[in-house]
């Protein structure tokens, strides 16, 4: 069965530090993969997404994942974090039913 | 992209009664989401909307207790019927469009 799991239930850090947020999932084939972030109050916004190919991807707001096969992993990265980045941050997986499996969230708190 | 909104934005209801949510596109789309998000939690798939003939549902989650509509290709509504306060949460509606889901705000239930 598809699954998401997020490691981190609450990271926090310094503003200008950088982040790593941690997503394993597990699938049998090459998954779709996605990070969203929610900010109170708010929908989720989607931050960037692998489909296949470069298995660095992009995304708004500065950040970026890297899809490592070998470890069912899809980490998001920024170098530099704003107090605007705390928020609620989801890893989802799409598998062959095109129905999104998400991960428990990571609450990253940011301090001046 | 989708633009999405819904209503109610939160509503406080009295146990044994039933809300309807209304989840607006501004395009049309084929594919609509509920999704529930408890206190704390992670987003959990509700239901498929299909336009045109039922929703399709996952385990755990019955037409009796959330019916759902889909009347056209940019609206779908959600009622949580006879209410509990363990059906206290975050509804979202959610959209594919262009290989991506997008969300709505959200509608934050609270039962008394």
């Known amino acids: 069965a598809q699954s998401v799991t997020q490691p981190d239930i609450h990271i926090t850090v310094s503003e200008g530090a950088s982040l790593e947020l941690r997503c394993n999932y597990s699938?049998?084939?090459?998954?779709?993969l996605f990070w969203y972030v929610q900010s109170p109050g708010q929908g989720l916004q989607l931050l960037l997404k692998?489909?296949?190919?470069?298995?660095l991807v992009q995304g708004i707001k500065g950040f970026e994942a890297e899809f490592k096969r070998s470890q069912s992993s899809f980490n998001l990265r920024k170098p530099s974090v704003h107090w605007s980045d705390a928020a609620e941050y989801f890893c989802a997986v799409e598998g062959n039913t095109d129905k999104l499996i998400f991960g428990t969230g990571t609450r990253l708190q940011v301090f001046p | 992209s989708a633009v999405i909104s819904q209503k109610p934005s939160r509503d406080i209801c009295q146990r044994g009664t039933s809300l309807t949510i209304q989840c607006q596109v501004d395009s049309q789309v084929t594919m609509m989401f509920w999704y529930r998000q408890q206190p704390g939690q992670s987003l959990t798939l509700i239901a498929t909307a299909n336009q045109g003939s039922e929703a399709t549902y996952e385990s755990g989650f019955v037409i009796d207790k959330f019916p759902i509509s889909r009347p056209n290709l940019t609206f779908s509504t959600l009622t949580v019927s006879n209410m509990s306060p363990e059906d206290s949460s975050i509804y979202l509606c959610s959209v594919e469009s262009d290989g991506e889901q997008f969300f709505g705000p959200g509608t934050r239930l609270t039962v008394l």
């Open positions: 692998y489909f296949s190919g470069d298995t």
């Open positions: 699938y049998g084939a090459t998954p779709y």
